[in-house]
């Protein structure tokens, strides 16, 4: 990272509070630290490549083609009661706008403290700065595909409804619930490694388990409450009905305004919590 911080001074002097968790430079210097570290982060993460940034566009939209082909045009999946010429492609795109980024936070997150522990025990800032890293990469594919999936629902015919008004309440449940979960893994997968692997396999059973490839029609409707034990399941099924006025079990919006205090403010609550023992693993 270099001898100073973009704020003018050394690292070494930005020490992780045992007690609070907070920076002693405040919350100014934890913003300038995180804005450097996601620059950072953009670099290495496309460094060498051809394309460059264009692989944020080019990874959400071949999943999308994937899916569509498979799903959409082999095996013929329908979305009862989405009035669109094309309403499986709304679905699935409602559904993959959600599950991409919080992959992609997930994935490089949980990982990240354990990737930088010699930086964080040489040169000490605050910890958050790593997870929240993750969740700030994946904000690209994040409005990429929302912005997909209001066009082309503008364009089969389906809104503008006044519902749409609820989608920036809905990214910020989504970031909270997100940043929250990564702070999570990323301290468990620090202080027991095994972690990361049952993160692996939970996502890909996470997949499959939230109403993405499949509407929720298809679901016989005695199992439709048991998604709402599924945070991402309750995001996805809010968003379906606020941008595609299609119909979600009874309390899902309740359920998710539980699962973002849980797990929003759960996850911040445990990291600050452990962070005595992760100073003194440092």
Partial sequence: MGEASMSGKPLAQTRLDPDHGAPSGGAQHAWVLWRYWLLREFKTRYAGSVLGVAWAVIQPLASLAIFYVLFGLILAVRVPGLAASNGYLLHLLAGLAIWLPFTDAIGRGVGSLAAYEDFLRKQPMPAEILPA????????????????????????????????????????????????LTLVLSMAHFLWRDVGSFVGFGLQLGFYLTPIVYPLAQVPERFHSWFLLNPVACLVLTVQSAVLHMPAPPGTVWALVAWVALLGGGGWWFFRSMKPVLGEAL
């Fill in 133 to 180: 890293v993750s969740v700030g990469g994946s904000l690209l594919v994040l409005g990429i595909g929302y912005g997909l999936l209001l066009v082309l629902s503008i364009a089969q015919g389906v809104g503008p409804f006044f519902t749409w008004g609820w989608l920036p309440l809905l990214v910020l449940a989504q970031i909270a619930l997100t940043f929250g």
